[in-house]
């Protein structure tokens, strides 16, 4: 299998419209998500996922005080183009399997990077996954492509 990139955060909320903080692993539940955060569920749109790359895109429009999880991304990766990924792309990250369903999302009326830059990345760099198969992920895991299943 063929490394694509890494996870450099894991970030969990309890609550929708707030920042995510960082953990150092987390548990991912077959079709609902981060366990415990408050965008899991019984949905599409279970685990986000954003590149430093793309936050690396807002620092230099002039966002600052950029954190990892202040973008809500439950996944904070490095090394790959998530946004060039096919929705029902399969990834294995960590001891998952996760199927890209969505690319991008609606910006939520008075998002602060969006008031401060003009823009926010993630309507278009952000992508969403749903769980296949659960298990745990680590900071400093790798993304490989799961060419197995379909």
Request: a positive charge.
């Amino acid at each position: 299998m063929k490394k694509l990139g890494m996870v450099v955060s894991i970030n969990i909320s309890e609550k929708k419209g707030v920042v995510k903080n960082p953990i150092k692993s987390g548990n991912f539940i077959t079709q609902h998500g981060l366990e415990n955060d408050a965008h899991a569920g019984d949905w599409h749109r279970q685990v986000s996922l954003l590149a430093t790359e793309s936050i690396d895109k807002m620092i230099a429009k002039g966002a600052k005080g950029l954190t990892y999880g202040k973008f809500a991304e439950n996944l904070t990766t490095q090394g790959l183009v998530l946004y060039e990924l096919k929705i029902g792309t399969r990834l294995i990250i960590g001891e998952t399997i996760q199927e890209v369903t969505q690319i991008g999302k609606e910006c939520h009326n008075g998002c602060e990077i969006k008031r401060l830059v003009g823009e926010c990345i993630m309507p278009k760099e952000g992508i969403f996954t749903r769980i296949i198969k659960g298990g745990i992920i680590n900071n400093g895991d790798s993304i490989y492509l799961d060419n197995t299943t379909k």
